[in-house]
Nanobody, 120 residues
Framework: QVNLVESGGGSVQAGGSLRLSCEASGRIYDTCIGWFRQGQGKEREVVAAIHTGSGTFHYSNAAKGRFRISQDLNTVNLQMDRLKPEDTGTYYC????????????????WGQGITVTVSS
């Protein structure tokens, strides 16, 4: 069992930065932990993911060059820079017990979600 708690959301103007944190409890070795975003009326999509065993990471095309995912013990952080209005949404932390992050599907554990609003 993995419990996930997100923090760090909020409102920011376009071009600004936010840092989201996902604190995981339980055994998270050899686990893929990812950040997902769901805009209003849209499906949930992966933003970035990191594997706690190998350290490999993945980014969506929208996140590349602007976001950075990192792990600090049991916390996975998402540093978001140069934010755009289209980054607005509810951000979820998800985890799956797997030797690999790929494919970025079938996540078993989820946090409650946290809101990010980027105004133009």
């Amino acid at each position: 069992q993995v419990n996930l708690v997100e923090s760090g959301g909020g409102s920011v103007q376009a071009g600004g930065s936010l840092r989201l944190s996902c604190e995981a409890s339980g055994r998270i070795y050899d686990t893929c932990i990812g950040w997902f975003r769901q805009g209003q009326g849209k499906e949930r999509e992966v933003v970035a993911a990191i594997h706690t065993g190998s350290g490999t990471f993945h980014y969506s095309n929208a996140a590349k060059g602007r976001f950075r995912i990192s792990q600090d013990l049991n916390t996975v952080n998402l540093q978001m820079d140069r934010l755009k209005p289209e980054d607005t949404g509810t951000y979820y932390c998800g985890a799956k017990k797997s030797g690999y992050c790929s494919p970025l599907m079938y996540f078993e554990y989820w946090g409650q979600g946290i809101t990010v609003t980027v105004s133009s």
